[in-house]
């Protein structure tokens, strides 16, 4: 099958130019303006909570949000780093430095590269619901216990990765709880909460970083009060453009770091498509999923050279795009050259934001993340969702988000096959066939309620797939008849489909019932299931003229049989 990769790959940008017109550039304009500067202290913010420098938050929302915009399949997508990797990212710094996070970047974009040229864009949304909010959830609950120490202003040593540790510190530290730091990180809180009531289009998080920036520099000039940590305290931003780095990839490197770069793809590519779905339910345009994948995946290729961390499609800002007027990827240019303008002219003011600032920003952050509504509802489902959920959120938070997906799934594949299998029925018939239900041709015989059937024949109905786990289904059944008949008619006209296993255990029952002298008929194959049984053994064993296209024409095929039978005695 000839795959053409290329028609995977339509940038929304280029077909919105088609129609652009002055109108559209001014809404796009003051749009990308607003995003520009909301998405500033959330840059700086993610990237200090990610264990890198915060200018690498910053220089990822420039060129990450810029390739994302020309090359992405949404209208309205901002792309930048975001909270749900703050995690994966932490750990991986932890681990393995920031090369290490440079190289499981590159191979994650790659990754998803890839996946939008093999067209799984649609794939990615099949994720089960509960995996999904048990890890954002779990991810929140982690980036709040990041910011206790920031919040409290805490005296601590260096704080381990490990979430239970980590508390563990925080209680023996809490008798450091510094006052002033702590009013600065509530009203922090207090302003994002309050800023909706006033205004819709800029965010409280803004506010918040300048009503408290400028409080605390006032504060700390005219009365004195000098114990509140800021950016500057901590870390120095340079006011200029990063130089691009060498990424020493190996195979020693790929192998040790794949697990984390899929992690990092998969959260990518779920992230983003959600982000663009929920934009077209609000715009009413629809995104090109596979577009998108490829623009995250280049996004994530080039950002890591020029020192960035990973990224993807972030709801808050796009959100924030839509909410102001941006309704073509020029927005999200806009949004990018307004952050580069920021940091080349005005990056040395950013030092004097709080950290309890940030910490505050973080905590509403984790809190709109939680979905602790969602979750709640949730764990009051069937305990197969349960189960997914708790295990997914407990491994995110006490583990860390690669073995938390792993798990999620496997957790979830198991859920579905229980489900699918117990959705299967087999009945079993002697003497005559109830057709109250009967939706097969009827060509040869005139409808009655029920058929009768000869002595020497029995029916067993598969309704439902035919895999694996019916195997064990049909031979219980079977066990069950003690009554010995000569002809076993199975009728498969509700067997949607039929995998290997399960191709592989029919062709066992056919031999089993060879020597037993039992000739099998099936009945009502379609299409699909019967190309399957074509490519296998079962038409030689029990010969093509005892494969029916209904259960009439089978059991005429079973008199036929039954006839030849009794003049061969």
Known sequence: MRINFLSSFEPTLFQTLKTYNREKFVADLMSGLIVGVVALPLAIAFGIASGVTPEKGIYTAIIAGFIISFLGGSTVQIGGPTGAFIVIVYGIVEQYGVQ?????????????????????????????????????????????????????????????????????????????????????????????????????????????????????????????????????????????????????????SIRILFPSAFTIAILCAIESLLSATVADGVTGAKHNSNSELIAQGVANIITPFFGGIPATGAIARTMTNINNGGRTPVAGIIHAIV????????????????????????????????????????????????????????????????????????????????????????????????????????????????????????????????????????DEKMRLSRIHHDIRIIRMRKVPFIDSTGLNNLEMLCRNSIKEKIQVILSGVNSEVREKIERSEIPHLIGEENICSNIHLAIERAKEIEASTKLKI
Not at 392 to 406: E, G, K, M, N, P
Request: aromatic residues 12%.
């Open 100 to 252: 290490g996070l440079a190289i499981a970047t590159v191979m994650a974009g790659l990754m998803l590269v890839f996946m939008g040229f093999m067209k799984l864009g649609s794939i990615i949304k099949f994720v089960p619901y509960p995996i999904i909010v048990g890890f954002t959830s779990g991810i929140a609950l982690t980036i709040f216990s990041t910011q206790i120490k920031d919040f409290f202003g805490l005296t601590t040593p260096k704080l381990p990765s490990g979430f239970i540790e980590k508390w563990i510190i925080y209680f023996q530290s809490f008798n450091s709880v510094n006052l002033w730091v702590t009013l600065i990180a509530i009203i922090s809180v207090a302003i994002i909460i309050i800023t909706p009531k006033f205004s819709r289009k800029i965010p409280g998080s803004l506010i918040s970083i300048i009503a408290v920036t400028i409080g605390v520099y006032f504060l700390n000039k005219y009365t004195g009060i000098n114990g509140i940590e800021t950016i500057g305290d901590r870390y120095i931003i340079q006011s200029q453009l990063p130089d691009i780095k060498q990424i020493p990839l190996s195979l020693e």
């Open 339 to 474: 952050l580069l303008l920021i940091v080349l002219f005005l990056g040395d003011l950013t030092r004097h934001i709080p950290m309890a600032c940030l910490a505050g920003i973080l905590v509403v952050v984790a809190y709109n993340m939680s979905e602790w509504r969602t979750f709640v509802s949730l764990v009051k489902q069937s305990a197969a969702t349960r189960a997914i959920l708790l295990t997914t959120f407990s491994l995110t938070v006490i583990f860390d988000l690669t073995v938390a997906i792993a798990v999620g799934l496997v957790l979830a594949i198991f859920a579905f096959l229980k489900r699918v299998n117990e959705s299967t029925e087999i009945s079993h018939s002697t003497g005559h066939l109830d057709l109250s239900d009967e939706s097969e041709i009827q060509s040869t015989v005139k409808d009655d309620e029920y058929l009768q059937l000869p002595e020497s024949v029995e029916v067993y109905e598969i309704s439902g797939p035919f895999f694996f786990g019916v195997a064990n289904k049909f």
